[in-house]
């Protein structure tokens, strides 16, 4: 469920007559910023306000740095240069003059991340037709689930659902607010289970 997954699909080669078979990444979706912001927020005491702000922050503080001729090192998570392209034309006299001009970032991931990446080994995977994932199919995914588990975190929600955690936990919150599911715990322990019959009287 938390692994990486792939498919194999068949490539030409450089003299377009023979195939290789090329591993492709079947991506579960993209995190955006306000997933990470409530990942993060959830983890510490920021607010995801705060987090959200200190990622702007550092992108500008990368960004001005790059741009003035330093490389930017981020322990643990990589390393950042300034990525240049050279520009090659011709003057007046004929004379061939070059120059760059920069063309985005270089990024060489830490060993760190590298590792965390490594953690599994990807799972191979046959493509199948995309079915629905509204609403309705996303809950009935979580009930069956909860017939078979005492409780369900947002992890597990976002991952029998392919979604991301920012849409599981949307969801979750609807559910929790119809009364579907009941939540318990705090912050990153909290999981959600369904309600407890009444006792009768």
Not at 31 to 48: A, G, K, W
Not at 90 to 114: H, I, M, P, Q
Not at 122 to 128: A, F, S, T
Not at 178 to 201: A, C, F, N
């Amino acid at each position: 469920m938390g692994r990486i997954k792939f498919g194999v699909y068949k490539t030409p080669k450089g003299n377009g007559t023979e195939q290789q078979a090329c591993a492709r990444l079947l991506s579960k979706g993209t995190m955006r910023m306000e997933e990470i912001c409530e990942y993060l927020s959830d983890s510490c005491s920021l607010t995801s306000a705060d987090v959200k702000g200190a990622i702007e922050a550092l992108t500008t503080y990368i960004g001005r740095n790059l741009s003035n001729g330093y490389c930017v090192e981020l322990e643990g998570l990589g390393h950042f240069s300034p990525a240049l392209k050279t520009v090659q034309r011709t003057d007046e006299k004929g004379r061939t003059v070059y120059s760059a001009k920069a063309d985005g970032v270089n990024f060489r991931c830490s060993k760190r991340l590298r590792s965390l990446v490594n953690k599994d080994r990807p799972l191979k995977i046959k493509r199948e037709n995309v079915t629905s994932n509204e609403l309705p199919d996303r809950k009935q995914k979580m009930l069956r689930y909860l017939q078979n588990n005492p409780y369900i975190n947002l992890t597990d929600y976002a991952g029998i659902n392919h979604c991301s955690r920012y849409r599981a936990a949307e969801d979750m919150k609807l559910f929790t607010e119809d009364g579907t599911v009941i939540k318990m715990g705090y912050r990153t322990h909290r999981v959600y289970s369904l309600p407890q019959e009444k006792e009768e009287e």
